[in-house]
């Protein structure tokens, strides 16, 4: 009997693409088989659409490489294009919380910076629990004072990465695979790039920037802190607007102008505004390679919370630590006007974190070196305020009420200012051209009671401070001064021998902006 040979099984013939699995494929000049399967994507769970939705409604236009991911972790948003090559990992999680809800990791030699403060915009739907950016080589590179003519290697990124993601020099070093002695000569290189001393400095810097830099372009202006996009519309890309989170609540928001990477000051803005000045004074600090920080006080959280004394004594800790982060050297201290009384605090609570007091204006104190029979309006008001106490609530009001309608607060200000012909021209530019108006009100509406914070600092013996402390003193202030005359200002001096006073001709009590170059050369360093 023949044996027939077994008919071998026939293969099942490959099943056709369906039509939409074509079009995409011609559309994405890929291979039918290389795109997800049909069901994967016509089955996308709802919270993907949402996620797109947000995310092309708030990123499409930024020149980052952003993604989202939700609270499992999960990345959010998938690209098919054939030039497009998915950085961002399918599963990322935050490392670590902090308060100001950055943080940096490191995937496949990539860096990716987390930020999980979404609240931030007003629609974010409610799966979505962190933004990612990748930063790439050239993006650490442009924070450098050589961009665009410095490049790193390709290890000197990866090094760097692994840094700021919080390891130190040797863990660096097992994470890439070399050897310790390798990586701490390869950090030399890196520092020398960017012109630091220190890789402590550097990588503080670093941090810095980067978060300013990613912030400053993913968040909405509409969404931010008013006082925030009230600076960043005054000065775009010449502020720079960091925040520093210090103890387990407190988040501080640090404003920088000039020199990036020049010799810090830390300013003690006004009452009148946080910030008093135009484009021109910027310039001047950058030509003189200065660094001017200023933490916007009238927007603290904590500013009304507890006695002032201890409200006054938070602030100055919260000054030194941030000195300790920012700098590592004692920085050099301006105060202006009410500002005064707040540095005085700062230094003799802190002396080790300043090299030198520059005072512009320095008030009056609570009761005028001599009596007059028309006093100022400060003295005036004090003994009100000593009197009673209940007075204040109602001169906040008042002091609100006009600085909420910017014809009243012209003419408000123009009227206590008016025996000085250089404070008037000055007031009358700052409403002009630095959007003074703008801050009035924003004080009025935002920081309601910081008025009061302010007369209550003012009301301090704060002049004891300052005679309990030994530091370099300079006092500068407008022969023409008509809210701290100018001879109770040098009574003060006198009773300070490290103080080396200075009238200014020409000058009321607006000095920063009306004598800047008078200014300038007191801040820096010999």
């Avoid at 690209?79 to 998915?86: I, L, R």
């Avoid at 962190?130 to 990124?157: K, N, Q, R």
Wanted: glycine letters at 4%; charged letters at 20%; proline letters at 6%.
């Amino acid at each position: 009997m023949m044996r027939h040979p077994k008919k071998q099984k026939r293969s099942e013939p490959m099943a056709r693409p369906s039509q939409f699995i074509q079009i995409l494929a011609t559309a994405l000049k890929k291979a039918p088989g290389a795109l997800p399967s049909e069901d994967a994507l016509l089955l996308s769970p709802k919270n993907e659409a949402q996620s797109e939705r947000f995310f092309f409604r708030h990123f499409a236009q930024c020149r980052l490489s952003i993604n989202l991911y939700d609270s499992a972790g999960t990345r959010q948003i998938n690209t098919y294009a054939p030039e497009s090559k998915m950085v961002f990992p399918a599963q990322l999680q935050m490392t670590r919380q902090s308060v100001s809800g950055c943080a940096f990791v490191v995937i496949e030699d990539k860096l990716f910076f987390l930020y999980d403060h979404v609240e931030r915009f007003h629609d974010v739907p409610n799966h979505i629990a962190f933004v990612a950016v990748h930063l790439e080589s050239s993006h650490l590179a442009a924070l450098s004072e050589d961009a665009p003519t410095m490049a790193l290697t390709p290890s000197e990124y990866v090094l760097l990465a692994h840094l700021l993601s919080g390891k130190d020099l040797l863990a660096a070093a097992e994470a890439t695979g070399a050897s310790y002695d390798t990586k701490r000569k390869q950090i030399r290189t890196v520092l020398d790039k960017f012109g630091a001393k220190t890789q402590t400095a550097l990588l503080r810097t670093l941090s810095l920037d980067i978060t300013a830099a990613v912030l400053d372009e993913i968040l909405p202006l509409q969404d931010r802190r008013p006082e925030t996009a009230q600076i960043k519309r005054q000065f775009g890309r010449a502020v720079i607007v960091n925040h520093i989170s210090i103890g387990e609540n407190d988040e501080f928001p640090i404003w920088e102008f000039g020199a990036r990477r020049g010799q810090p000051v830390l300013y003690f803005h006004s009452m009148l505004s946080p910030v008093l000045f135009e484009d021109e004074l910027i310039r001047s600090l950058k030509a003189q390679n200065l660094r001017l920080l200023l933490v916007p006080r009238h927007f603290l959280s904590f500013t009304l919370e507890g006695a002032p004394e201890a409200r006054m004594g938070r602030f100055s800790k919260a000054m030194a630590e941030i000195v300790d982060y920012m700098s590592d050297t004692p920085v050099l201290c301006l105060a202006e006007s009410a500002g005064v009384p707040w540095a005085a605090h700062f230094l003799r609570h802190h002396p080790d974190c300043v090299s030198k007091l520059v005072l512009c204006g320095t008030p009056q104190l609570f009761k005028a070196v001599k009596d007059s029979s028309s006093p100022t309006i400060f003295v005036d008001m004090s003994h009100r305020l000593r009197s009673d106490p209940r007075v204040l609530v109602g001169l906040t009001q008042v002091y609100n009420a006009l600085s909420r309608v910017p014809a009243f607060a012209q003419k408000g200000l123009g009227h206590l200012f008016r025996k000085s012909e250089a404070d008037l021209a000055c007031l009358h530019t700052l409403f002009e051209r630095a959007h003074l108006a703008d801050w009035l009100r924003l004080i009025a509406n935002h920081a309601t009671l910081a008025s009061i914070d302010e007369m209550i600092s003012l009301q301090r013996d704060w002049h004891a401070d300052l005679l309990a402390t030994r530091c370099p003193m300079v006092m500068l202030h407008g022969c023409e001064d008509p809210i701290s005359p100018i001879e109770d200002a040098k009574a003060i001096a006198k009773d300070m021998p490290d103080a080396r006073f200075e009238p200014v001709e020409n000058a009321g009590h607006l000095i920063f902006s009306e004598a800047i170059h008078r200014v300038l050369p007191h801040l820096i360093c010999d």
